[in-house]
Every structure is written in structure tokens, then in C-alpha cells.
């Protein structure tokens, strides 16, 4: 059986590409972190409050459910996680 379930590894880099998606533009602080990224820590400093949209199931169930399979929508998640990854670091 294929695992369906996202895993993220909380590295953060997400938090700092948000102007890839006009989806988080009121997030970010103009330069496409996240006004709520704590870089030092990098972690986001609301986590246990953090927007519907960067809760990954949550989100998929209030957004996405009528547009992509649950198997389908975490390996997009994957995939826009590796590619996130993959971008050089901002500084």
C-alpha cells in the first residue's frame, strides 16, 4: 500500500518562499517569508495558531477536497516540498 500521509520535517523553508503563491501574500512580509517565521529558530512562532491554509490536512479538507484525492494532494505537498528545498537559501 502507497503511504499517503505528508511528513513534514519542519526545516521551514516553506515559510520562506510564500510569494510563490498568491494564496499566502496577506503572510508574507513583502520579501516572501512569513511575517510569523522566527529565522533564528526557524520555526514559525504561532505554530499551535498558525492559519488554516499552513495546516496541511486541515487545508485539504477546507480548500482542496473536491480538487485532488488525499494520495494526490500529499504528493503534491511532497513534491512542493522538495522543490522548496532544493532553491538555493534566501539570505
Do not use: W
Request: charged fraction near 25%; glycine fraction near 4%; hydrophobic fraction near 35%.
Amino acid at each position: 500500500m502507497q503511504k499517503t500521509q505528508f511528513e513534514c520535517s519542519r526545516c521551514g523553508v516553506c515559510c520562506q518562499h510564500l510569494e510563490r503563491n498568491a494564496l499566502y501574500a496577506a503572510l508574507h512580509r513583502g520579501d516572501g517569508i512569513c511575517q510569523h517565521f522566527n529565522a533564528e529558530q526557524r520555526e514559525c512562532s504561532i505554530y499551535e495558531n498558525r492559519p488554516l491554509l499552513c495546516r496541511i490536512d486541515e487545508a485539504y479538507t477546507a480548500f482542496f477536497v473536491e480538487l485532488f484525492s488525499i494520495a494526490e494532494y500529499h504528493q503534491l505537498m511532497r513534491e512542493s516540498c522538495a522543490f522548496l528545498q532544493s532553491l538555493p537559501p534566501k539570505k
